[in-house]
C-alpha cells in the first residue's frame, strides 16, 4: 500500500496555496519519519505511532502552533485515506494538541501608518522617513511615479480593506469596481465577499488602473493581473513584502496591516461581528483571538458605562 502523497495533494485543490503546500511538506516529513521507524505504509501506522510522532516534534522544538498544523494534515490525510476506503479506521481521529497562545504581528500607530500612505506626519518638523517621488512628476515619462501609485493602491488596500497579501496579489482587475468603490476578494476556503472602499483607497486604486500600461507598455493588456511588477508579471507575495518594510518607518510585515486594520476599526467602536465579515473568518472566535482592544479603549468604555466609574 502506498503513501499516495501526490494524489493526497491534488485532493487539496479547495485549500489556499499555503495550505497546500504546507500539508504537503508535513506529509512528506511524517512518511519518512516512519519509513526510518520501519513503518512502509499507512495502514501501518496506528494512534500510538501518531502520538509518537507529535512527541518526537516536541523534542525537536517545534512551535506548539506548528505541531497543531502538523496533527491537522495528518487528520486530514487519514481521513482522505478512510474516505477512499484505503482504511477501515482512522488512527487520526480527534487527534490534536495544544496550539498555544496566538503570535500577533505589532500594531502600528496612526503616526507610523501615515508615513507610510503619505511619507509626511501632519503636524511634524516635515521631516519625511520615506523617499517620494517629486510632486508633479509626470507618470507618463518616469517609471517611478508609475511604480509609487502602485505602491500607494496596494498599502492602501492591505490598511483600508485588510487584506491578506495573498488576497491582493490574487486581485484580476475585474474585481475592483471604482465607482462602486468596492472589491470582491476570494478568501481561504474558496470564499468569496465583497468589501468597501474609502474614498481615499479607491482614488489610489484608480490612479495605479490609469497609469498601469505606463509601467510595462505592451504586456500590461497580457493579464488581468490587478497589480504587476516591472517585467509585467503578476506582483508576488515577496514583492509585497519588500514594498512595506520599504515604506515604513518601523520594522513591520504586511500583515501587520491587517492587524492594524482590525484593531483601529474596535478602538472606532465597530461591532466585533462587523469585523468579523470584514475579515472573512468563518468564525467570530478567530476575530477574537485575532484582533485586541487597546487599554486605551477597554479604559474609555468603562469609564463611560460603569456606574461607579
Known amino acids: 500500500m502506498e503513501w499516495s502523497l501526490d494524489e493526497f495533494g491534488r485532493s487539496l485543490h479547495g485549500r489556499s496555496p499555503a495550505t497546500r503546500r504546507a500539508y504537503g511538506s508535513d506529509l512528506c516529513s511524517f512518511v519518512t519519519w516512519c519509513e526510518r521507524a520501519g513503518i512502509g505504509e499507512p495502514a501501518a501506522v496506528t494512534r500510538l505511532v501518531l502520538r509518537r510522532y507529535l512527541a518526537y516534534l516536541t523534542t525537536r522544538r517545534y512551535a506548539r502552533a506548528t505541531v497543531a498544523r502538523k496533527a491537522a494534515a495528518l487528520r486530514t490525510y487519514f481521513a482522505w485515506l478512510v474516505e477512499r476506503g484505503v482504511l477501515d479506521g482512522d488512527p487520526a481521529g480527534r487527534l490534536s494538541v495544544p496550539a498555544g497562545p496566538a503570535r500577533l504581528p505589532r500594531v502600528l500607530d496612526r503616526r507610523d501608518v501615515t508615513v507610510m500612505l503619505e511619507g509626511r506626519v501632519h503636524g511634524g518638523d516635515g521631516s519625511l522617513p520615506v523617499t517620494r517621488v517629486p510632486a508633479g512628476a509626470d507618470p507618463a515619462v518616469d517609471r517611478e511615479v508609475v511604480v509609487e501609485r502602485r505602491d500607494d493602491?496596494?498599502?492602501?488596500?492591505?490598511?483600508?480593506?485588510?487584506?491578506?497579501?495573498?488576497?491582493?496579489t490574487g486581485l484580476d482587475l475585474g474585481d475592483v469596481d471604482v465607482g462602486a468603490r468596492t472589491v470582491t476578494v476570494l478568501g481561504k476556503g474558496g470564499r468569496r465577499r465583497r468589501l468597501p472602499m474609502h474614498e481615499i483607497c479607491a482614488g489610489a486604486v484608480e490612479r495605479w488602473v490609469r497609469h498601469r500600461h505606463l509601467l510595462v507598455g505592451d504586456q500590461a493588456a497580457a493579464t488581468d493581473a490587478l497589480f504587476l511588477n516591472r517585467h509585467g508579471r503578476r506582483l508576488g507575495t515577496r514583492d509585497v513584502h519588500r514594498l512595506v518594510v520599504r515604506r515604513s518607518p518601523v520594522a513591520t510585515h504586511p500583515h501587520a496591516l491587517r492587524h492594524t486594520f482590525a484593531t483601529h476599526l474596535l478602538d472606532g467602536g465597530a461591532d466585533l461581528r462587523v469585523v468579523q465579515e470584514l475579515l472573512g473568518h468563518a468564525s467570530v472566535q478567530t476575530t477574537q483571538v485575532y484582533t485586541h482592544v487597546s487599554k486605551e479603549r477597554l479604559l474609555a468604555v468603562h469609564g463611560a458605562t460603569h456606574p461607579r466609574a
Not at 153 to 168: H, M, N, P, Q
Request: net charge negative; proline share 0%.
Open 153 to 168: 493602491a496596494i498599502l492602501e488596500l492591505l490598511y483600508g480593506c485588510g487584506l491578506r497579501v495573498s488576497e491582493l
